[in-house]
């Protein structure tokens, strides 16, 4: 066969080189931000200003700099842009990087397209400066990891499309006649991906001008579907994807062959077809049907053994190569990111058992879970191969080999530091959580309590941020003086034989394997199979089945002012801290409802769109707190939480307080519930909901006056100050949120509870 000769594009590979690491550094300052927040919640005020004397603050004392900010610094909103920054742009970017360079080295060829590869990244880099945008606005969805609203969900749709039609495009082309096995997890993860995208993210837009939608699922069937992308975002994003670049760069930086071929047919098959039933384990305990909770323990305790079968794969390909270890930090970091998927691999079916998920869900111990992976597996694994590609693609040797090591010991620090203390801290709270005294109340009564307990742990984990940053800026002087002594090589040179057609049928002897890997339409097939068959088995029933989701009498849809209510703790990320889920366990139907309280059922949440159950409790559950507290309360709490409660670490929303409520979709908003969703608004609702709304507002700004007359003097100071320009009180947005707030929970108490299936 004649002998071709052609050229890799490295130029795509550097792009997305650089956007790594520049996302790399801006995700770990954010998570770093957001970690400093957590018990020194007062950074926004020392930034923009405050009118609270006892913090020192970088500019005027009052807090007008804080308002104008519009809470752009929240924690809720700088938590999702961290995860966002993380996930789409350091983790797909390095996936994307390293992609592109092995994809051209493994099948022979140049990419399908170089137009297609640079639209690819333009739109993604897009994409990621879209979400940092509206993040920083407040347009979120809430749904975590799938934050983003429509039109961005669109972006990525299109992007994602791109690259797949690129990258089969230069699989058809190849020169090779099987495909590796990392191009089988590039495959199966793009498959998995765009499946996951587009389920998850079915919305309806309330118009298309409008940066709002709402999930065309609601309540339990949201929170399924979700976590069944949530979970294997985490599997086809943050793990297979990696997973194809450990069976490349792991045997190329150690110069030896994988382990075991056999091995890794048992690893992708078997993992891609699990992973897809496991996303359950994320709502034990919660209004979702016992049978898919069940479901999904049985198969995430079944994830351990393809996922150490990957690790044990990847570690014994270093077999009779340890001494390399000690030479190359690429190895280094290698091995210390297979070590870290192994360990998170191992923790998150543990934590899927019911006896552990009792105690670690809602608590830090998922938080370290988390951070394990993400800092272990995936950063070290991109740091590893950046380490690869810089001094491969500009021809030198890396500027300093000893800087690597330092950037290795540091990272690894980092990874000690913030991880174990959130174990601890996950045990800590857990453990409190449930604590009684002999008399059958509770141990820690005050939620503050146990939140001031575990303030160390924080610090902890922020000192182990900083190790990680400092390791990541050493890289980056590392990678620019590479840089500036190599030569970088735009095009490179090469050729291989071209590849000769024959039958795509199964000849005589050959393995069935061997067969798929070089039939890749076939392969793709199977892989859909694979992915697809968990997701049918577990959402579908649960989507069309009525019956999946009892209805309560009691429970009815939401005033046009709490659904703006709710809009706005949906902008704010407060789901981010609080979750909206009693789970039936003793200790917090005490906690949360007090005597003869309920646990939540998934009749209450039929009106939730989207869901709010939360996955993290650094405040208390709110699904029962209407009616706790009096309207002034919440006033105040969202003024400054420090002057109802003393040492609360929630940040301040006084933004709040001063805007105006926009009511000009409201009335949109409950027709698009009604005309999409049949939620049952009649049409004298409808047509009434401003009068609605507006008699609801003065209620409560009345209970407000007559509960604190403070208040009531600062507004009417603001209203003389102010003149014309002055909005009363029951136009502004704190009332939607007390209203949203003070209706959590109370259908249920109204009345005698009777639940029964639809017919």
């Known amino acids: 066969m004649e002998t071709q000769k052609f050229n890799y594009d490295n130029s795509i590979v550097r792009a997305f080189l650089y956007a790594t690491i520049a996302f790399g550094l801006v995700g770990f300052l954010l998570g770093l931000t957001a970690a400093l927040m957590l018990f020194y919640p007062e950074l926004p005020e020392f930034l923009l200003g405050t009118d609270d004397t006892t913090i020192k603050s970088l500019t005027s004392g009052n807090i007008q700099g804080l308002i104008n900010s519009q809470g752009a610094l929240g924690f809720g909103r700088i938590r999702m842009l961290h995860t966002s920054a993380v996930i789409f742009a350091f983790v797909c970017n390095s996936f994307f990087c390293g992609a592109y360079y092995s994809m051209q080295r493994l099948l022979k060829t140049r990419m399908y397209s170089d137009t297609l590869s640079w639209i690819h990244f333009w739109t993604w880099q897009i994409m990621i400066v879209s979400v940092v945008i509206t993040f920083l606005m407040g347009i979120n969805t809430s749904k975590e990891y799938a934050e983003h609203e429509w039109p961005i969900d669109i972006l990525i749709t299109i992007s994602w499309v791109i690259f797949g039609i690129n990258m089969f495009g230069t699989i058809a082309k190849r020169r090779v006649r099987h495909l590796y096995v990392a191009i089988w997890f590039y495959m199966g993860t793009w498959i998995a991906v765009a499946m996951l995208h587009i389920f998850n993210n079915l919305e309806v837009p309330l118009s298309f001008t409008s940066w709002k939608s709402y999930s065309i699922y609601a309540g339990a069937k949201d929170a399924l579907v979700q976590w069944w992308y949530g979970h294997n975002a985490v599997a086809f994003v943050l793990t297979t994807p990696v997973l194809g670049l450990m069976y490349y760069f792991l045997p190329k930086a150690a110069g030896r062959p994988v382990f075991s071929y056999k091995l890794s047919i048992i690893h992708f098959w078997s993992l891609i077809f699990v992973y897809l039933w496991a996303g359950p384990h994320h709502l034990q305990y919660t209004a979702l049907p016992a049978w898919a909770q069940a479901v999904g323990t049985g198969f995430s305790i079944m994830l351990i053994a393809p996922s150490w079968g990957g690790m044990l794969n990847g570690l014994l390909t270093l077999r009779g190569a340890w ?332 933004w709040l307080i001063s805007n105006k409520l926009d009511k000009s979709q409201m009335v949109n908003k409950m027709k698009l519930m009604k005309n999409y969703f049949d939620v049952p608004y009649s049409k004298t609702e409808i047509d009434s909901a401003d009068r609605w709304a507006e008699s609801q507002a003065k209620g409560i700004v009345k209970r407000i006056y007559t509960e604190a007359t403070d208040i009531k003097e600062q507004i009417d100071k603001n209203k003389k100050d102010k003149g014309a320009d002055f909005i009363p009180l029951e136009d502004r947005e704190i009332i939607a949120m007390i209203a949203y707030l003070q209706r959590l929970g109370t259908d249920i108490k109204t009345t005698q509870v009777k639940t029964a299936s639809v017919d």
């Open 323 to 654: 001494d390399k270890v000690r030479e190359n930090p690429i190895l280094k970091f290698f091995v210390v990111a297979v070590t870290c998927y192994g360990m998170a691999t191992f923790e998150g079916p543990l934590l899927a058992t019911k006896s552990l998920n009792k105690i670690g869900h809602y608590t830090d111990w998922v938080i370290g879970h988390v951070h394990l992976g993400a800092l272990g597996w995936n950063g070290f694994m991109a740091f590893g191969v950046i380490y690869y590609l810089i001094p491969a693609m500009w021809r030198t040797e890396l500027w300093s080999k000893k800087l690597a090591n330092w950037h290795f010991w540091l990272g690894t620090l980092g990874i000690i530091f913030y991880a174990v203390p959130m174990y601890i801290a996950g045990f800590t709270q857990g453990l409190m959580w449930k604590q009684f005294n002999p008399d059958g109340t509770l141990l820690w009564k005050n939620w503050l309590d146990t939140v001031t307990a575990i303030i160390p742990y924080f610090q902890l984990r922020f000192l182990g941020g900083l190790f990680y940053l400092f390791g990541a800026i050493l890289m980056i002087l590392n990678v620019f003086k590479t840089i500036r002594k190599g030569s970088f090589q735009k095009n490179v040179p090469t050729e291989a034989p071209a590849l000769a057609n024959i039958s795509t049928s199964r000849k005589s002897g050959e393995g069935v394997h061997l067969w798929l890997e070089r039939t890749p339409r076939l392969m793709a097939i199977f892989s859909f199979i694979a992915v697809a068959i968990g997701g049918a088995v577990e959402i579908i029933p649960t989507l069309t089945l009525k019956q999946s989701v009892p209805t309560i009498s009691a429970v009815k849809p939401y005033s046009p002012l709490e659904l703006e209510g709710r809009d706005l703790y949906i902008r704010e990320g407060c789901n981010a801290c609080h979750s909206q889920m009693i789970r039936p366990f003793r200790d917090e139907i005490v906690r949360f409802e007090g005597k003869n309280g309920q646990y939540s059922k998934a009749g209450e949440f039929i009106y939730d769109r989207p869901f709010l159950w939360g996955s993290k409790r650094t405040g208390p559950d709110l699904h029962r707190e209407g009616g706790r507290n009096p309207d002034s309360w919440h006033f105040k709490h969202m003024y400054n939480p420090r002057l109802t409660s003393a040492g609360s670490i929630m940040p301040r929303f006084p």
